[in-house]
């Protein structure tokens, strides 16, 4: 059974960082791409970001603030957030696909509960 669990979400001020981590078991994870997006209360989901595989190819929504990075030895993948702005507001997910880091989310097979991500102004 496919899992993908997110963690580190929290409660922060404007301005401050976050790492959000995606831990994966049940399937081979270092063959697989993978993606964080969010949704805000009564917004349409929306991508953050995409690592691919390897990690070496990456797609952002915003690489000035937010950087993904995967460790395939623990099976999971980051989202560094730096500068967190209230409109960062949201449930963030991690989804994974055998195919390319894309932004396209139908393209994601396995999709994580998500976590809360809050920032105070």
């Known amino acids: 059974q496919v899992q993908l669990v997110e963690s580190g979400g929290g409660l922060v001020q404007a301005g401050d960082s976050l790492r959000l981590s995606c831990a994966a078991s049940?399937?081979?994870?270092?063959?697989?791409?993978v993606a964080w997006s969010r949704q805000a209360p009564g917004k349409e989901p929306e991508f953050v970001a995409a690592?691919?595989?390897?990690?070496?190819t990456t797609n952002y929504l915003d690489s000035r603030r937010f950087t993904i990075s995967r460790d395939n030895a623990k099976n999971t993948v980051y989202l560094q957030m730096n500068s967190l702005k209230p409109e960062d507001t949201a449930v963030y997910y991690c989804?994974?696909?055998?195919?390319?880091?894309?932004?396209?989310?139908?393209?994601?097979?396995?999709w994580g509960q998500g976590t809360q991500v809050t920032v105070s102004s």
């Open positions: 690592i691919s595989w390897s990690g070496s």
């Open positions: 989804s994974a696909t055998r195919y390319l880091a894309s932004r396209n989310r139908d393209e994601y097979d396995y």
């Open positions: 049940g399937l081979s994870f270092s063959t697989y791409a």
